[in-house]
Nanobody
Framework: QVQLVESGGGLVQAGGSLRLSCAAS????????MGWFRQAPGKEREFVAA????????YYADSVNGRFTISRDNAKNTVYLQMRSLKPEDTAVYYC?????????????????WGQGTQVTVSS
């Protein structure tokens, strides 16, 4: 059974930082892209960041580009999201995702595996 388990969420003041982690189990994703989506209350789930299997290519939503950094450790089957200069509008449940295919994508439906989510709350 494949599981993606996120950790590292919490409450932080605006301007602060958080680092999310997502550990995968049940299969290896060392040859597959992984990423992060988020969903704020009353809003659609949206793309945040994605990374290729090698870590050589990464993609970001415009709203987080320059503030968030995605990385991965294939030996640990884990993907990370370093978030800096956090804003109240970053408040959301953050979901880790993994794809069963090879190409990196920003499309929600292209990701086959989803974590349960971790809450990030940024106070003003």
């Amino acid at each position: 059974q494949v599981q993606l388990v996120e950790s590292g969420g919490g409450l932080v003041q605006a301007g602060g930082s958080l680092r999310l982690s997502c550990a995968a189990s049940g299969r290896t994703f060392s040859r597959n892209p992984m990423g992060w989506f988020r969903q704020a209350p009353g809003k659609e789930r949206e793309f945040v960041a994605a990374i290729s299997w090698s870590g050589g290519n990464s993609y970001y939503a415009d709203s987080v580009n320059g503030r968030f950094t995605i990385s991965r450790d294939n030996a640990k089957n884990t993907v990370y999201l370093q978030m800096r200069s956090l804003k109240p509008e970053d408040t959301a449940v953050y979901y880790c995702v993994a794809s069963g295919s090879l190409g990196v994508t920003m499309i929600r439906d292209d990701y086959d595996y989803w974590g349960q989510g971790t809450q990030v709350t940024v106070s003003s």
